[in-house]
């Protein structure tokens, strides 16, 4: 597996997807759309939004097309270019689907029940959909419909990514040698704490902040975020190194600028207040010019509409050029059979 620190090699072609809930935060920004954004001058970047993925839990569907507009106004403002990039919706390429299906048959169950993330909501649910357990499965469709060599995530989709891997080897070795198997592209980003100090950050939990949020809002957040457990006062010397706020500073400020917060920390002459107030400040010019974007992408929204219409027009001629292949290989062409013996009858 391709190691975090491992670029891909240029040219490559790159897959990921985002579940849509809304606006993204400050977790989605500094995990994947930083670097998403990053990559799309040296690959050939394919990304989606999974609103497929969203339906295998309890959800609001009349809320859902809604949340689909907001993040892909998020991928926009965050700078994914539809001109270097192509930005679709996972629903308007049924293909992603279709090749769902036919991968349920070499995608064991086993590895499927092994799957952590399935064992921990399963756990929760008195009634569990088979389309969580599935969940890896068009995880697996949706990277390979599109050959991709590369696939950007955060440590807790690896699992998944090496189901994906195993589902191509599987079928290449029943159907011929077809379909990559994808690497692991880890951002150093790694998992990013949320304002909590202890869980993943997430929009549900209340521990992110918006990437379109405003000034008052972030400084709002921003002021409930744990800080050094130890540093009871003011004048108590703090650890830099346990601090989820150092941490955090750590994705917005120069090298002189944290040598300076370490120190000022270290011999307690900057409390956690000021230093919540100057990450606060960080964050908020990081995404000022996020919110400009977003503004007019909200005051155009049929070009948001033109955007992912272009992108999955696009993404869906790949998609079908994939399916024919795989069609073919697995015996599903019967139409091109059926011609070709009128063909022969009829010479």
């Given at each position: ?14 897959f ?18 930083r670097?998403w ?5 040296d690959?050939d ?46 629903s ?22 092994r799957?952590?993330?399935?064992k ?9 959909p ?32 090496e ?14 040698k077809?379909?990559?198997e ?13 304002l ?35 540093r009871i ?6 650890r830099?190194?346990v ?16 040598d ?10 900057r ?23 977003a503004?007019h992408?909200?005051a155009?929204p ?22 024919a ?16 013996l ?6």
């Amino acid at each position: 597996m391709t190691h975090a620190s491992t670029r891909p090699p240029p040219g490559s072609r790159v897959f990921s997807g985002m579940q849509p809930s809304g606006e993204a935060h400050l977790g989605n920004y500094l995990g994947a759309l930083r670097q998403w954004a990053a990559m799309q001058d040296d690959y050939d970047c394919i990304y989606c939004i999974v609103d497929q993925h969203a339906i295998t839990g309890r959800y609001d569907a009349a809320a859902l097309p809604g949340a689909v507009f907001d993040l892909a106004i998020s991928f926009l403002a965050s700078g994914l270019d539809p001109e270097r990039s192509i930005i679709f919706v996972q629903s308007d390429v049924p293909e992603h689907t279709e090749l769902s299906w036919l991968f349920n048959s070499v995608a064991p169950i086993g590895d499927l029940e092994r799957m952590i993330q399935f064992k921990e909501k399963s756990e929760r649910m008195e009634s569990v959909p088979v389309g969580l357990l599935n969940y890896p499965v068009l995880q697996a469709a949706d990277i390979l419909i599109y050959r991709a060599d590369v696939v950007p995530v955060g440590e807790d989709q690896r699992q998944h990514l090496e189901l994906t891997r195993d589902i191509a080897r599987k079928w290449n070795a029943r159907f011929g040698k077809y379909l990559p198997e994808p690497q692991a592209y880890i951002p150093r980003a790694g998992r990013i704490v949320g304002l909590d100090g202890r869980s993943k950050m997430s929009k549900s939990l209340g521990n992110t902040v918006g990437i379109l949020d405003e000034p008052d809002e972030i400084r709002r957040r921003v002021r409930t975020a744990v800080t050094d457990p130890a540093r009871i006062r003011k004048t108590d010397p703090g650890r830099p190194e346990v601090c989820n706020v150092y941490s955090l500073h750590e994705h917005f400020a120069d090298e002189e600028r944290l040598d300076d917060i370490a120190h000022q920390c270290r011999t307690a002459q900057r409390g956690c207040v000021q230093c919540k107030g100057m990450l606060a400040e960080e964050i908020d010019e990081a995404f000022a010019p996020m919110r400009e974007v977003a503004a007019h992408y909200r005051a155009h929204p049929e070009e948001v509409r033109r955007i992912l219409d272009d992108g999955a027009q696009r993404a869906g001629a790949i998609a079908r050029e994939t399916m024919a292949e795989v069609r073919s290989r697995m015996g599903l062409d019967w139409k091109r059979t059926a011609r070709a013996l009128t063909e022969e009858t009829e010479s």
